[in-house]
């Protein structure tokens, strides 16, 4: 993923599909803060931290050295990248996400008639879905985040 696959502007986040070659999701709030945290080594949003020569083109290919490695860190063993993806389909259960709108974010094809002819969601219809999955994740972890404290924005700073 590039840097220009960001796009703050209609909060939306370009990656690379295997089934459809690239789709938009929507670019959550906390996701935004933790991307624009992120050192911008080169065009490659995860840059390889490597030096040489080619260090403006390098991008990481497979990230599943350093998962494993935060992996290691947080003493969780056994979880792939995959079990990652099966976790978010399965925790999207506890909200009563619509099937449909958990297969458009994942990049699954729709299965159903209806879905394939008749559903057209928009980037802001999932966004909606997805800020509410994200918010509840964060909840149950504990993590405290408020989208005023994202990166870029503007805010109010009291003078007292």
């Avoid at 220009?4 to 929507?26: H, M, Q, S, Y």
Wanted: hydrophobic content about 40%; charged content about 20%.
């Amino acid at each position: 993923m590039r840097w220009e696959d960001i796009n703050t502007k209609w909060r939306g986040l370009t990656i690379k599909d295997k089934v459809e070659g690239v789709r938009v999701i929507p670019l959550t709030p906390y996701v935004s803060h933790l991307l624009h945290c992120l050192p911008r080594r080169n065009a490659f949003v995860f840059a390889s931290a490597s030096r040489g020569k080619a260090v403006t083109s390098q991008t990481m290919s497979i990230p599943r050295t350093p998962h494993t490695n935060a992996c290691t860190v947080a003493g969780i063993d056994g979880l792939t990248l995959h079990g990652l993806r099966r976790s978010f389909k399965s925790l999207t259960e506890w909200l009563d996400i619509p099937a449909g709108v958990v297969a458009q974010l994942m990049g699954h094809k729709p299965s159903a008639t209806a879905e394939k002819h008749y559903v057209v969601r928009p980037l802001d219809l999932l966004r909606l879905h997805h800020e509410k999955i994200e918010a509840w994740i964060l909840e149950q972890a504990g993590v405290q985040f408020t989208s005023a404290s994202e990166v870029g924005k503007l805010r109010l700073v009291n003078e007292n």
